[in-house]
């Protein structure tokens, strides 16, 4: 719960961001009479949003188990990459946010009809709503736990709400940049357990060697998959199963935080060792250069309710 609260609210923060910075030009241009086309296109993207999810909840129960977890597999590979590229996205192009989508908003007003704002609010959200559904879903299938989730996703997203409308209104004070990047480092975390859970749904779709195909070696004693280095590299990696229970509330924490799971195969420990070290020197060193780049940055904390207040705020 405490996981898709905060993915709900890191998400449901940045998109209502943008949304905050699309009203606060408008209402800067006296376009007032845009803003209903402006919340069309919104309305729409929380639409899609809602319907992807519901189309993977419903439609993998007419499926076979390994038809379900090849997609869900494959399904979390594409959340965890959707994830890494938002992540250095916001690196880079976090502070020309604001003129980016001005200036989307003015060619829409200049030279587009009715569909171009609603097509500038609708891209503008849709990104955030897919890449949310995506990787709560994924999340929510590996937790098994899917009404603790998905309320901890509301109530981070309904927080994100509360939050962005404060900040619009100048009601409170938040230094986002710190929050981006504190959130941002935590996906990372998040990102790399979901790809190890993806690895095992592949592996239990015969898609990729493992424990449950003719690739797994045998341990002569036991005659079951060996475990340890014995079984490198398609077997169990480790099994301490009889120590934390997988459906114990330890379990769980675990893997909503680190991505740790009580039995994990060598393929799920390499891949989540090798996204865990690349992704984070890469962020790490991302970090470090926009902080070499801007040493005085001025502070993002809100301090007037315009346009120019959510471009700081932004910037990550």
Do not use: C
């Not at 097509?119 to 709560?136: D, N, P, Y």
């Not at 890469?282 to 070499?292: D, N, P």
């Amino acid at each position: 719960m405490l996981a898709t609260f905060l993915i709900g609210l890191r998400e449901g923060l940045e998109a209502a961001l943008v949304v905050g910075i699309l009203v606060a030009y408008l209402r800067r241009l006296g376009r007032h009479d845009a803003l209903p086309r402006l919340w069309a296109g919104v309305a729409l993207a929380v639409a899609l949003a809602l319907g992807i999810g519901a189309v993977l909840t419903f439609g993998a129960y007419s499926l076979t188990f390994e038809a379900q977890e090849l997609i869900g597999g494959l399904l979390s590979l594409l959340a965890v990459g959707m994830v890494t590229w938002m992540i250095f996205w916001m690196q880079k192009a976090g502070r020309t946010m604001k003129a980016t989508l001005e200036g989307g908003l003015d060619r829409a007003l200049t030279s587009g009809g009715v569909w171009a704002l609603v097509a500038i609010g609708f891209v503008s959200v849709a990104r955030e709503g897919i890449e949310t559904t995506l990787l709560l879903w994924s999340m929510v299938q590996s937790f098994g736990d899917a009404p603790s989730a998905l309320l901890g996703a509301l109530l981070g997203l309904a927080t994100a709400v509360v939050v962005g409308w404060l900040l619009a209104r100048s009601a409170v004070r938040l230094d986002l940049r710190r929050f981006f990047t504190w959130t941002s480092g935590f996906l990372v975390i998040v990102a790399a357990g979901v790809l190890a859970y993806a690895i095992m749904d592949l592996q239990e779709a015969g898609a990729l060697p493992g424990p449950f195909t003719a690739a797994a070696p045998i341990d002569a004693v036991t005659g079951t998959v060996a475990l340890g280095w014995a079984a490198f590299p398609f077997g169990w990696a480790f099994d301490v199963t009889n120590v934390i229970a997988p459906d114990s509330a330890w379990a769980t924490i675990l893997q909503a935080t680190v991505g740790f799971m009580p039995r994990m195969t060598w393929l799920q420990v390499a891949a989540w060792t090798l996204y865990l070290v690349v992704i984070s020197f890469l962020f790490v060193r991302g970090l470090r250069a926009r902080t070499s780049a801007a040493p005085g940055a001025p502070t993002t904390a809100v301090r007037e309710p315009s346009a120019s207040t959510f471009t700081q705020q932004g910037a990550v």
